[in-house]
């Protein structure tokens, strides 16, 4: 069974600052990761996806995500927030073992707020 | 090129009516998921449909929810006798293919109970 954490349910930076966003998760199997957002009242849109080739992945918007095998983590960063990066940011795991169990696990969710 | 359409984008149900959410995948895509977005909540699996075939259905309810992807058409997703702990936003996605491939979101349904 796979499962995703995100340490904080809201997360406030300045614009300017660092973004970090911390994501762990459980798998039986080397997992797929995904970086999500979601803007008030749409759909997910795609950030960035480790698929088990270059462990530092970049994504759009300026953001990035490491994934740590030993530390079971894929977090995501971005060096400069925006105001426009106010958002709710998901983490997602897929086993992708082809078997079944191709839906996304996400995590709850981490409400990132920009301070001026 | 349309992204992933989702009719009706708000749905207001009594208890006890049924509700029929629609998804049109992106073109080109024959895989298609639904997900269910509680408050405050992430959004949990439910269903994994391929064209004419459900492939993994382990996070559906039980009773009253069915899904279906036919041959031609949208997927629907049907919630018969609904209560009041069915109001969510149900998400669909679409991909090419299997797991590692990205999955392309609708803009949701909004179901509301009353």
């Known amino acids: 069974a796979q499962s995703v954490t995100q340490l904080g349910s809201h997360v406030s930076v300045s614009e300017g600052a660092l973004v970090l966003l911390r994501c762990n998760y459980s798998?039986?199997?080397?997992?797929?990761l995904f970086w999500y957002v979601q803007y008030p009242n749409q759909g997910l849109q795609l950030l960035l996806k480790?698929?088990?080739?270059?462990?530092l992945v970049k994504g759009i918007n300026g953001f990035e995500a490491e994934f740590k095998k030993s530390e079971t983590s894929f977090h995501l960063t971005k060096p400069s927030a925006h105001m426009s990066d106010a958002a709710e940011y998901f983490c997602?795991?897929?086993?992708?073992?082809?078997?079944?169990?191709?839906?996304?696990?996400f995590g709850k969710g981490t409400h990132l707020i920009i301070q001026p | 090129n349309a992204g992933v359409m989702q009719n009706p984008r708000h749905l207001v149900r009594r208890r006890g009516q049924e509700a029929r959410l629609r998804c049109s995948p992106m073109?080109?895509?024959?895989?298609v998921y639904w997900y269910r977005q509680l408050p405050e909540e992430g959004l949990k699996f439910m269903v994994y449909?391929?064209?004419?075939?459900?492939?993994?259905e382990s996070g559906m309810p039980k009773e009253r929810f069915s899904a279906e992807f036919p041959k031609e058409g949208p997927s629907i997703l049907r919630i018969q006798q609904v209560v009041r702990g069915d109001s969510a936003a149900y998400f669909c996605?679409?991909?090419?293919?299997?797991?590692?491939?990205?999955?392309?979101f609708g803009p949701g349904t909004r179901l509301t109970v009353l």
């Open positions: 449909l391929q064209k004419e075939n459900i492939i993994d």
């Open positions: 798998s039986s199997v080397p997992p797929y």
């Open positions: 996605a679409s991909s090419a293919g299997r797991a590692y491939n990205e999955q392309f």
């Open positions: 073109k080109g895509h024959s895989h």
């Open positions: 480790y698929t088990s080739a270059a462990t």
């Open positions: 997602a795991v897929s086993e992708g073992s082809g078997g079944g169990a191709d839906g996304l696990t």
